[in-house]
């Protein structure tokens, strides 16, 4: 069954450093999606991403975000300049296909990751 | 603008006990997506299930069940025969548009089903 991957799985970085979380989306989507979870707290839309530009974001998702498809298989989200807030688990999501299996109204969501920010 | 209320915040039940999560949604599209998903210790989100606004038969799938009901904007959850496997945080989720939106997700439940 095709699934959405992200990697690394658990980043560690000091506030104030740049980082990128990837993204690699079921192949034949067309709609890209992040969302945070802070710990203990609900799941909570950032971003969504359709033919190479950004088509609706969340108030959380302020100058220091970026999100960008760099090829045709990784979806990344950059934050600048993190913040010890920024510490939560990141999930990236895809949808879309309306001509092609699976269901093209279902996000499929990948395993997360885990960024902490010391 | 859309909200998902889950109203209970912590469950717990003992095994092979049965038990309902509560969702309640609003929005005011007239098409729209629920979704429920499951979110283990591990921390993955597992989905469960889909509706749209426009199929409200309920639906069974071994020992889930789902109640939609329009008229009060309500899509619970329930699981039959609780077993300790089912522990997790269970979020109820709501999307407009054919999901190509974002997803709106409630506070989530915590079920502990204890052996």
């Known amino acids: 069954e095709p699934e959405v991957t992200q990697t690394p799985s658990h980043q560690v970085t000091q506030m104030g450093q740049e980082v990128i979380l990837r993204c690699v989306p079921i192949?034949?989507?067309?709609?890209f999606y992040w969302y945070r979870q802070i710990l203990g707290q609900k799941v909570e839309f950032l971003v969504s991403f359709y033919n190479n530009e950004i088509s609706e974001k969340s108030e959380i998702f302020d100058d220091q975000f970026s999100v960008e498809r760099p090829d045709g298989s990784n979806f990344t989200l950059k934050i600048r300049s993190t913040k010890l807030e920024d510490s939560a688990m990141y999930f990236c999501?895809?949808?879309?296909?309306?001509?092609?299996?699976?269901?093209?109204?279902?996000?499929?969501f990948g395993p997360g990751t885990r960024l902490t920010v010391t | 603008a859309q909200k998902v209320t889950q109203a209970q915040t912590e469950i717990s039940v003992v095994e092979k006990e049965d038990v309902t999560l509560d969702c309640v949604y609003e929005?005011?599209?007239?098409?729209?997506?629920l979704f429920w998903y499951k979110q283990p210790p591990s921390g993955e989100l597992v989905f469960l299930i889909r509706?749209?606004?426009?199929?409200?038969q309920n639906e069974i799938s071994g020992r889930y069940s789902w109640n939609f009901q329009k008229s009060t904007s309500s899509f619970n959850f329930t699981i039959t025969a609780s077993q300790v496997v089912d522990s997790a945080v269970y979020f109820c989720?709501?999307?407009?548009?054919?999901?190509?939106?974002?997803?709106?997700f409630g506070t989530g439940t915590k079920l502990q089903v204890i052996p």
């Open positions: 999501a895809s949808s879309g296909n309306p001509n092609r299996s699976p269901s093209p109204y279902e996000q499929y």
């Open positions: 509706r749209n606004s426009f199929d409200e």
């Open positions: 929005t005011r599209d007239t098409t729209y997506y």
């Open positions: 989720a709501l999307s407009t548009s054919g999901g190509y939106q974002k997803v709106t």
């Open positions: 192949s034949n989507h067309l709609y």
